[in-house]
């Protein structure tokens, strides 16, 4: 006999379950920082209102188990540290009108990578010679791709001049340029670099396509978070 049974293609809701930790502390009115961490899984029967009706086009078999979502994103931890430097300081006596007066904001992140559907590969194209992935839907989001870190930094300096006080800034962010994922080869958990195996429907730089309509080569510069930024200010306060 074959069983029957009913889904509902809106079937839309996730459970996130997971710890959160924060620590605070405090050396006078010097600085003061703040460390946090989390871990989490977040599942459920799907990660968009239409997803299990793209599965049953594709032919997916019915699943009633939860699958990862595709905000999942397992570990979070950060450190903010700040470091402020009053006027007239008596620490700082030596050095008063220069090295007192200012504040130091210092950010440090980090976070998993976004979750995506591995491709597995089950060809070679016979005109092209290109190797051709498809989707493995039986590992929805199973992989995480590369994990992101930044550190930001905020930088102020006051002058005071009877009742104005004149405030230069500095705001670096993403210190270290590093490179953080944010459109996902799904071929190897990375952005695209130049030389990289691609899915069949992007426009490989290596096999590039000769008809059309031609889809951009797949750099768009969006595929990271953004690079190391400056910020410079000039403010007055009264």
């Known amino acids: 006999t074959r069983g029957l049974y ?39 029967k799907s990660s968009a209102a239409n997803e ?13 188990k939860e699958n990862y979502v595709v905000w999942d994103r397992p570990w979070q931890a950060s450190a903010n540290l700040n470091f402020n430097v009053p006027k007239n300081d008596p620490l700082f006596a030596f050095g008063r009108g220069i090295l ?17 559907t591995p491709q597995k590969f089950y060809r070679y194209n016979p005109t092209t010679g290109r190797p051709e992935y498809q ?4 590992k929805l989001y199973r992989e995480i791709g590369s994990n992101w870190f930044y550190t930001d930094l905020n ?10 006080k004149l405030v230069l ?24 670099e130049y030389g990289q195996v691609t ?5 490989d730089p290596l096999y590039p396509d000769l008809t ?27």
């Open 199 to 203: 899915p069949t429907d992007w426009n």
């Open 100 to 116: 007192d007066d200012y504040n130091i904001y210092l950010r440090l992140f980090f976070q998993s990578g976004k979750r995506y």
């Open 52 to 64: 299990n009706v793209y599965n049953i086009q594709q032919g997916v078999e019915e699943n009633l």
């Open 155 to 164: 930088f102020e300096k006051y002058l005071s001049f009877d009742f104005i």
């Open 212 to 238: 059309a309509p031609l889809d951009p080569f797949p750099y768009n510069p969006a595929r990271y978070l953004n690079p190391r930024t400056f910020k410079l200010g000039l403010s007055l306060r009264f």
């Open 169 to 192: 800034s500095l705001e670096i962010q993403n210190v270290f340029n590093n490179k953080n994922s944010q459109i996902i080869n799904p071929i190897t958990g990375t952005a695209y």
């Open 135 to 138: 989707s493995d839907r039986t």
């Open 6 to 44: 009913t889904i509902y293609i809106n079937q839309d809701y996730a459970r996130i379950r997971g710890i959160e930790l924060e620590y605070k502390t405090r050396i006078g009115k010097i600085f003061r920082a703040t460390l946090s961490g989390s871990y989490s899984i977040a599942t459920g």
